[in-house]
Nanobody, 119 residues
Framework: QVQLVESGGGLVQPGGSLRLSCAAS????????MAWYRQAPGKQRELVAS??????NYADSVKGRFTISRDNAKNTLYLQMDSLKPEDTAVYYC??????????????WGQGTQVTVSS
């Protein structure tokens, strides 16, 4: 089983920065795609950023401000968030899809980390 542990959330003032981390543990043969989602109170979960085969995609609302990256050696996914706005306030979740040894597919979610942007 692949488990994801997120960290890095918190309270930040508008215009500030945070970096979220998502550490994967367990037996992983390969990772096909990685993504960050967020869910604000009363709203549906939305895709914020994704990376697949080296191609990065971002929601229009975060383009130019957020950067998704990966450390292969550490099996860790990151989301660098700059120029944060109050509307970025949400619980952020990471998601990984790939294969475990034996070519068993997995799709795992992190537990979520709260990001609050407020003065």
């Amino acid at each position: 089983q692949v488990q994801l542990v997120e960290s890095g959330g918190g309270l930040v003032q508008p215009g500030g920065s945070l970096r979220l981390s998502c550490a994967a543990s367990g037996s992983i043969f390969s990772i096909h795609s990685m993504a960050w989602y967020r869910q604000a109170p009363g709203k549906q979960r939305e895709l914020v950023a994704s990376m697949r085969s080296g191609t990065r995609n971002y929601a229009d609302s975060v383009k130019g401000r957020f950067t998704i990256s990966r450390d292969n050696a550490k099996n860790t996914l990151y989301l660098q968030m700059d120029s944060l706005k109050p509307e970025d306030t949400a619980v952020y979740y990471c998601k990984l899809d790939g294969l475990r040894p034996g070519f068993l597919a997995f799709s795992s979610w992190g537990q979520g980390t709260q990001v609050t942007v407020s003065s």
